[in-house]
């Protein structure tokens, strides 16, 4: 079949085409459309799908399932690969059973993301693990194939990492049907050679993985995802991801018949296919995203075989931001000496338009109110919706870092300081990470106040369902965690849940909140207003 | 056409951006061109300032429509329309729905439409949420609207048949004939 295809779209059709039995993950951007269209058809394909709490339980699911014999798919946004890549470095040491491809979404730009503009590439050096990088959704259909045939030749988990640009990027993709009677049954034979890192066991692990991925690094070099084209030239360029298509415009647009590598795999390094691309070349521009690995991996394979070439990279391309083919262009221009001019018309100073609350959403109650009451207190920002509360005409957030971070640093700045502190977290984020931080707060006697923006959903991120809601992703009705009762376990004793619509009783709480000497906690219960219309509309 | 064909959708994140996009994306498909596209989900989709990028031609590369190279951009709102005109070149023709969506120290109307009219390019600027509001009593539609428009006064070389097939390709069932109303009533302006 061909249809066009949402690279995230793509990823989960060469899955479902691939026979995948165990889905598991949590929704960020752009990831999040992986897990949302697996769970809607999960059942019908004999697959078991899940949101995870968090990346970690999520990744910890996938290996469960693996070791059981099963074939997975790990989905997360980049900054979930942190979160995971405690229990991440061992599961490249005891391998995979049944095959298993994590993917990880980096948002060069920050189109939707706070904290930093992660390349996550770079774990592939720390944990060694294999790393993929489409371009386009038919290579995000046909490297997620990939990910699975290595996976199973080799037993390592790899990772399929792609940027916004491609993971939301549509265009027409081939694909493969489902072969019916897959079933999500395996079954785990114990093997703690395999599946324990006891040490020393540990260092032999390690040896093992090595070996491996030498294996893989002769597959990489052999394998047609990584593409040269015949051109000849003294110049070159190698690039990966989304720039090589930037690059191939560049080229159109400024008349240039450069040869071209693209590099489809960034881990291993197929050392030999780059060693042949520079070997006759005087020049050559690096052209990836982000940080410059590929171009370090350059530098020193051609002390070896290359001496004299020149390498542009990062010195003609930013490190920070996006590329695109103007900047391919820019940089081209200068190793070349052709000329590049664009057609811009000339800039206009209109005021931005950020991000806002949505018409009725339940936050318009809550931080006018938390901001009146209490003005000069520090207000822990975090992520999700929440992160609104950090633009006009609220500017609120006096720190944002990641996902529950909101109390960890608001409990030290308690603890140094006589100051009011707010801490401002969602619902899905107390279940993600929130626990620790508040057991943390309680357990160190300080007193934050806690305020959880309960909407009754992961809002932000395309209304995904969480522990407190009471509903599955494979649509299946649970018992809601209450985050009341979380709290309580937790030794909170200052507990309030209240509709923010009540303005009255709301302050009232914040004021007789704000002066205990223990850790309070206020639940403000409103559900979404987009997806309360929603239900409304069925 | 020997030229790849590109376009720019500017406006309001939560204004219908991605189903626009999806409907042109089938149309050409439906017609026969390669096509790149590309959109942003999440943040940038509550309320703030969203462009989407669509490319088709006989084979495309980048998703990203570059700076000048944009032969039409199509604004669902006005200010929106005004920003992405500075990426406009001699060739561009821009599409602008008449509907404004005011916010903190925001320009006036009156200021924004005067100066869309001196950008000195092929400007349209049509009243479609207002049209939609009346005649279909929903205005998301409105982008259905505009792509009607843009097909009867040939701003991009897809053909009505096209567009219609993909309507019903793309759009679910229960949606189907506003949507198809809302395109006629574009197209019929």
Excluded at chain 1, 2 to 9: H, Q, S
Excluded at chain 1, 152 to 157: R, S, Y
Excluded at chain 1, 251 to 259: H, K, Q, V
Excluded at chain 1, 333 to 352: Q, R, Y
Aim: aromatic share 8%.
């Amino acid at each position: 079949m061909k249809k066009i295809l949402l690279g995230n779209e793509a990823i989960v059709k060469a899955a479902l085409a691939a026979g995948v039995q165990f889905v598991s993950g949590y929704p960020g951007c752009p990831s999040a459309e992986i897990g949302d269209i697996i769970g809607k058809v999960a059942k019908e394909n004999g697959i078991y799908a899940e949101w995870s709490t968090n990346e970690k339980t999520g990744l910890e699911a996938g290996i469960g399932a693996s070791f059981s014999g099963l074939k997975v798919l790990v989905n997360m946004k980049s900054f979930g690969i942190n979160v995971c890549s405690d229990s991440l470095f061992p599961l490249a040491y005891t391998g995979t059973k049944g095959a298993m491809v994590i993917f990880v979404g980096d948002d060069p730009g920050c189109h939707s993301s706070a904290q930093s503009e992660q390349d996550s590439r770079g774990y592939a050096y720390l944990g060694k693990i294999p790393v993929l990088e489409p371009s386009d959704p038919q290579e995000c259909y046909d490297f997620t194939m990939l990910g699975f045939e290595i996976s199973e030749k080799f037993n390592v988990p790899v990772i399929l990492r792609a940027t916004t640009r491609v993971a939301h990027q549509r265009s027409p993709v081939n694909f493969g049907e489902r072969k019916p009677g897959i079933r999500p049954i395996g079954e785990f034979i114990k093997n703690p050679r395999q599946f324990s890192t006891m040490p020393p066991r540990t260092m032999e692990m390690k040896n093992e993985l090595l070996e491996k991925l030498e294996k893989v690094r002769q597959f990489a070099e052999k394998s047609k995802a990584n593409k040269v084209s015949k051109r000849k030239n003294k110049t070159g360029i190698i690039a990966s991801g989304i720039s090589y298509l930037h690059v191939l415009e560049a080229l159109e647009t400024m008349g240039l018949d450069l040869p071209v590598l693209k590099l489809s795999f960034f881990y291993p390094f197929p050392k030999k296919i780059v060693a042949n691309f520079i070997k006759d070349k005087k020049s050559i521009l690096v052209a990836e995203e982000l940080d410059p690995y590929l171009e370090k991996e350059i530098t020193a394979l051609a002390k070896d075989t290359n001496l004299k070439l020149n390498i542009f990279g990062k010195n003609v391309l930013p490190g920070t931001g996006e590329l695109n083919s103007e900047k391919i262009c820019v940089a081209l221009s200068k190793i070349t000496g052709k000329k590049f001019v664009n057609n811009k018309s000339p800039a206009l100073n209109l005021p931005k338009r950020s991000a806002r609350l949505c018409d009725g959403c339940p936050y318009w109650y809550i931080f006018p109110v938390l901001k009146r009451v209490a003005p000069d207190a520090i207000f822990g920002g975090d992520i999700g919706c929440n992160m609104i509360a950090g633009l006009p005409p609220h500017n609120m957030h006096d720190t944002l870092f990641s996902m529950g971070a909101s109390l960890g640093i608001s409990h030290g700045i308690k603890k140094s300081t006589n100051q009011k502190v707010i801490s401002m977290m969602g619902d899905g984020t107390f279940f993600h990470s929130g626990i620790p931080a508040l057991v943390n707060a309680v357990y160190n006697r300080s007193n934050p106040l806690v305020v959880v923006l309960d909407n009754r959903i992961t809002a932000m991120t395309g209304h995904q369902v969480n522990p407190g809601m009471g509903k599955t992703l494979m649509g299946d009705i649970v018992e809601e965690v209450k985050i009341e009762d979380i709290a309580k376990a937790c030794g909170v004793k200052n507990i309030k849940v209240l509709d923010p619509i009540n303005a009255q009783d709301f302050e009232m709480a914040i004021k007789e909140f704000l002066v205990k000497d223990e850790v309070s906690i206020i639940i403000c219960k409103r559900i979404c207003a987009l997806l309360a219309r929603r239900q409304k509309n069925g | 056409m020997d030229k790849t064909f590109n376009i720019i959708i500017a406006g309001v994140g939560g204004q219908g951006i991605i189903t626009l996009l999806q409907v042109m994306d089938e149309a050409a498909f439906v017609e026969g061109f390669d096509i790149k596209s590309s959109e942003l989900h999440g943040l940038s989709q509550r309320g703030g300032s969203v462009e989407a990028h669509i490319r088709f031609g006989k084979k495309v590369y980048s998703p990203m429509v570059s700076n000048g190279s944009a032969d039409l951009i199509l604004a669902l709102e006005a200010l929106e329309g005004l920003r992405e005109s500075s990426k406009a070149g001699k060739q561009t023709k821009i599409l602008v729905n008449e509907y404004f969506l005011p916010f903190l120290n925001s320009p006036a109307k009156e200021d924004i439409i005067k100066q869309l009219g001196e950008t000195k390019k092929d400007f349209y600027l049509v009243s479609a949420s207002k049209d939609c509001k009346e005649k279909l009593q929903n205005e998301i539609v409105c982008t259905l609207y505009l792509l009607g428009y843009a097909v009867v006064k040939k701003l991009l070389p897809l053909k009505k048949e096209s567009v219609l097939r993909a309507i019903k390709n793309v759009i679910p069932e229960k949606y189907l004939d506003l949507n198809i109303k809302a395109f006629e009533l574009g197209y019929g302006n």
